[in-house]
């Protein structure tokens, strides 16, 4: 076994980055991450997690996939950074003991996706890293001994400035142009109704998901547009999104060297959320810097399959597992 895998379970789905011969494959779930009261279900995750990187392993070895062929089980280490970890991810070694068995691994890491988001950025170096996707969480750290969390309280408590929140704001402001009140925005609502249809069947989708926030951010994309396309109410909720995500950068920052990324897929759109995002940055900070991210979360779990692989691993994080 010489391979390496690296996993990144979000609000948005599972990537994956397979490595293997030099080469690097790719592969993705765009699914809503399994749940069951509430919490990470381990068990279903780990099957979809398997079924992505046996994709991913096939179209890199030339097969097509699904086609009766063996499982590829050539991976020395994998890692998993996974969402809601450790408040909504009990037992971990649920992972290493369904995907050891599978791809005969020799060491499995198991963190949050905070982790993997600040070392695809940063690469093991001291920072800031804010993660938007669905949520946000930010993650400031020397590696060693300060490990500053901020936000990732979900969409009810926290996450602010997220794609949940954003999604959440969007359809707040349809329904109220829906009802004829104040502060909303016709534009919202038409694309409420061209996503979702009648704002009841919206009412239904969302109050009886088990992953309630895949559905608020679902919408942000539609904010997006709205907002390029001059919708001022729009265009309001990304800015103060990245003014939201700007104080939970700086509030991870204490103690730290004032050197800032960010990571996920939130700022892809990056014309509407990077101006107020670094602009509340320095106005709280004005010595801070910042680095575009080097990688994503997913090639970060596959650097932290490498660390692990070799005995090297970031120990002293409080939600890193390492098994063997």
Not at 197 to 207: E, T
């Amino acid at each position: 076994m010489s391979g390496f895998a690296g996993v990144d379970v979000g609000g948005g789905g599972i990537r994956v980055r397979v490595e293997s011969g030099g080469r690097i494959a790719h592969g993705e779930d765009s699914a809503a991450v399994p749940r069951a009261g509430g919490r990470v279900d381990l068990d279903r995750l780990a099957t979809r997690i398997a079924t992505v990187i046996e994709n991913a392993a096939w179209a890199h070895d030339g097969h097509a996939g699904g086609d009766g062929a063996a499982t590829p089980e050539w991976f020395a280490a994998m890692a998993v950074g996974v969402t809601g970890l450790p408040g909504l991810v009990r037992e971990p070694e649920t992972l290493w003991h369904a995907l050891r068995k599978r791809f005969g691994l020799d060491a499995l890491a198991v963190a949050g996706d905070t982790v993997t988001t600040h070392v695809g950025a940063l690469g093991f170096r001291p920072g800031v890293v804010v993660a938007a996707g669905t949520g946000v969480i930010t993650l400031g750290t020397d590696l060693d001994r300060v490990w500053n969390q901020s936000d990732g309280w979900g969409h009810l408590l926290g996450d602010h400035g997220s794609g949940a929140w954003i999604g959440r704001r969007g359809l707040q402001a349809a329904l109220r142009a829906h009802d004829g009140r104040t502060g909303g925005s016709p534009a919202l609502l038409e694309r409420l109704t061209a996503r979702f249809g009648h704002p009841l069947d919206l009412v239904a989708l969302v109050y009886e998901s088990a992953s309630p926030a895949h559905h608020l951010a679902s919408f942000a994309p539609s904010v997006a547009d709205a907002a390029r396309a001059g919708d001022p109410v729009a265009r309001g909720i990304w800015d103060e999104a990245g003014r939201q995500l700007g104080q939970t950068a700086v509030a991870a920052a204490t103690g730290l060297e004032p050197v800032f990324s960010w990571g996920g897929r939130l700022f892809d759109a990056a014309d509407l959320l990077m101006k107020p995002f670094q602009s509340t940055v320095r106005d709280l900070l004005p010595v801070a810097r910042f680095r575009p991210p080097q990688g994503t979360s997913a090639d970060g779990a596959l650097a932290l399959a490498r660390a692990a692989a070799g005995g090297e691993v970031l120990a002293r994080h409080p939600y890193l597992y390492v098994f063997r």
